[in-house]
Nanobody, 120 residues
Framework: VQLVESGGGSVKAGGSLSLSCEVS????????MGWFRQRPGQEREAVAQ???????TYADSVKGRCTVSRGNAKKSLFLQLNNLIADDTGTYYC????????????????WGQGTQVTVS
């Protein structure tokens, strides 16, 4: 199973970013998928997750400026983050788990390799 993120890069403060994650090597759709990030010098943290019924959960730090969504086949995951601030800088990871509670607690079944986002 592979989760491959794309869409990172350098973005100006106040701008927006869009990240994508594609799942391969797995025939089924994960019940829960989400995004984590690791900011410089900090531990990895949950950013947003969404279940197969499209119920989304957001971290307080991104609530109101973040949208997480899944593709029609529920095998792809997207993140839109607006009004970027320097504190959004970090490596963003795509994750998947059968249980949303386990995922949000930082124990997903799978992690992507991460994509770097730099806000300046």
């Amino acid at each position: 199973v592979q989760l491959v993120e794309s869409g990172g890069g350098s973005v100006k403060a106040g701008g927006s970013l869009s990240l994508s994650c594609e799942v391969s090597g797995y025939s089924y759709s994960w019940y829960c998928m989400g995004w984590f990030r690791q900011r410089p010098g900090q531990e990895r943290e949950a950013v947003a997750q969404i279940d197969i019924e499209d119920t989304a959960t957001y971290a307080d730090s991104v609530k109101g400026r973040c949208t997480v969504s899944r593709g029609n086949a529920k095998k792809s995951l997207f993140l839109q983050l607006n009004n970027l601030i320097a504190d959004d800088t970090g490596t963003y990871y795509c994750t998947a788990h059968w249980n949303c509670h386990q995922l949000w607690q930082g124990h997903p079944n799978y992690w992507g390799q991460g994509t770097q986002v730099t806000v300046s």
